[in-house]
């Protein structure tokens, strides 16, 4: 399976934006989707994961409640909502996928994501 992010942007501080995954085949209900960020000079960044199931939602404490993560695996698509977002939000975006067998502590690390799309860049002006 391949991946395609898109839906990035320039965007004034306080908009937002939404991110899709699109995969290249339906394989992708198996996995465990995640996004991820990295901003210039800095390391990659876990920002959520989302089971193929769709029932249970990781993200880190900073983002919760303005980045929500969500699939639809009849259109092999995923997606990251993001409200109110921040000048320190400016990125490439990434999404991947895990096998649905990662354990809950694997998932924030990227070494677990073994497919993963180009990036999108988002850019948040302020």
């Known amino acids: 399976v391949q991946l395609q992010a898109s839906g990035g942007g320039l965007v004034q501080a306080g908009h937002s934006l939404r991110l899709t995954c699109t995969a290249s085949d339906q394989s992708f209900s198996a996995y465990t989707l995640a996004w991820f960020r990295q901003a210039p000079g800095k390391e990659r960044e876990f920002v959520g994961a989302l089971r193929r199931s769709g029932g249970t939602a990781y993200s880190t404490s900073s983002l919760k409640g303005r980045f929500t993560i969500s699939r639809d695996n009849a259109k092999a698509t995923g997606y990251l909502q993001m409200n109110s977002l921040k000048p320190e939000d400016t990125a490439v975006y990434y999404c991947?996928?895990?096998?649905?067998?990662?354990?809950?502590?694997?998932?924030?690390?990227?070494?677990?994501?073994?497919?993963w799309g180009q990036g999108t860049q988002v850019t948040v002006s302020s």
């Open positions: 991947a996928l895990a096998p649905q067998s990662t354990i809950v502590s694997e998932m924030y690390g990227a070494r677990a994501y073994h497919i």
